[in-house]
């Protein structure tokens, strides 16, 4: 099943085969569950709501928020940057850069925000107003930025490429190339910074972990390897997030596994079938891992070796993003701007609210109990993590 934020993407090429083999026949494909009903155990507190400028399709347009201590830093599609403080939503400053087309962001820390741009840019931004610090040519469009930690932020391109950028000026201290497959899902994994290291997956199929000063390998290990005739089948994008707990990572990828490798060496513990391209979650409360699968089925597994616990298929084809895990409770949103709490005991569904009235364009941001959360409309939302406390 091809999940809804891929279909605009596949449209042309299958198009053009099929116009040309005079194949055209009528879309059958299945539509997105109606939203389901369920018994509430609370409603949902947004704490504040905010339009941030002019958003776009989910599906070109993943911008994650960044939380800081002080502030939330967003920006829209065509480079509003906007600095909202944590607590009200109150504006802070706002930096629009021109003739810029904003495609991943945004990364902060050390007194900086980075954005990146559909023509290879990375630009930072001064945390304190908004002022801009370095602007960086990198090989091809950029798709991620991390968080920026140890003095550096790496930006993930569309080529393939890791590129490690010094915080205070830009300057790339080090690349990273892995090839790239001719066709691939839109999307790309923000790349984690850990203590020393970067851990980051591509395209195919494969888990890295690298040294931070150097980009030396530590170690890379295979999630999925593909297979099938056509580039369609042989498509296993390792795009989701990654969560770490205790000394494991949990890495999936598209039509291919679910694997869980140690930190240390990526020695495989144990690997299943599994297609993702949203990828999971986990708290050391609950200890149950929560995934996202290509169908939008979120699956409780046991971390232990990947055995199903539960699954909620009612939210079938609702482009549900992944999951944030708070103590025994799930959040994940949808294409239409919904986000739904779930149990992460049973995974039956808690609560649901509106974020906005786009897609909820990438995992919401937890910090300090509360969800940050972008929708494809242009907006930001503070909302309570957890429901059902007060």
Not at 113 to 125: K, P, S
Not at 140 to 161: C, F, I, P
């Amino acid at each position: 099943m091809i999940p809804v934020a891929l279909r605009f993407w596949l449209v042309a090429a299958l198009a053009l085969s099929l116009s040309a083999c005079g194949l055209w026949t009528r879309d059958t494909t299945e539509s997105p569950a109606p939203l389901p009903e369920f018994t509430a155990i609370g409603s949902p507190t947004i704490l504040w709501s905010r339009s941030i400028g002019r958003g776009a399709a989910r599906s070109i347009w993943p911008m994650k928020p960044a939380v800081t201590d002080e502030l939330v830093v967003v920006t829209d599609s065509r480079g509003r940057v906007s600095a909202l403080d944590r607590d009200t939503g109150a504006q802070r400053w706002e930096t629009r850069l021109r003739d810029v087309r904003v495609s991943a962001g945004v990364g902060a820390g050390a007194d900086i925000a980075v954005v990146g741009t559909l023509d290879g840019f990375a630009i930072a931004l001064n945390l304190d107003n908004g002022e801009e610090i370095w602007r960086t040519r990198l090989s091809s469009e950029v798709l991620a930025l991390s968080s920026v930690a140890g003095g550096m932020v790496v930006a993930r391109t569309n080529d393939g490429r890791l590129h490690a950028l010094e915080a205070p000026s830009g300057s790339v201290r080090w690349t990273v190339l892995r090839t790239t497959p001719a066709l691939s899902l839109r999307g790309v994994q923000v790349p984690q910074m850990l203590p020393g290291r970067v851990l980051a997956s591509f395209d195919t199929g494969r888990l890295l972990m690298l040294g931070a000063n150097r980009g030396n390998v530590l170690w890379e290990a295979t999630i999925a390897v593909p297979s099938g005739r056509s580039e369609l089948e042989r498509l296993i994008d390792a795009d989701g997030h990654v969560p770490v707990y205790r000394g494991v990572a949990f890495a999936s990828s598209y039509q291919g596994r679910l694997v869980a490798v140690t930190l240390d060496s990526g020695d495989l513990i144990w690997a299943r079938d599994f297609s993702s391209y949203q990828g999971g979650g986990i708290h050391g409360d609950s200890e149950i891992l929560v995934m996202t699968a290509a169908d939008s089925h979120v699956w409780g597994l046991d971390p232990r070796n990947g055995g199903d616990l539960w699954q909620q298929s009612g939210l079938r084809l609702r482009d549900v993003t992944g999951p944030v895990v708070i103590g025994d409770q799930a959040v994940v949103g949808d294409f239409e701007g919904y986000l739904h709490w779930l149990s992460v005991e049973d995974g039956r569904i808690l609560a649901r609210t509106r974020a906005g009235s786009g897609a909820v364009v990438t995992r919401p941001v937890l910090q300090d109990d509360v969800l940050y959360v972008v929708s494809g409309d242009g907006r930001v939302s503070a909302i309570r993590a957890r429901v059902g406390d007060d």
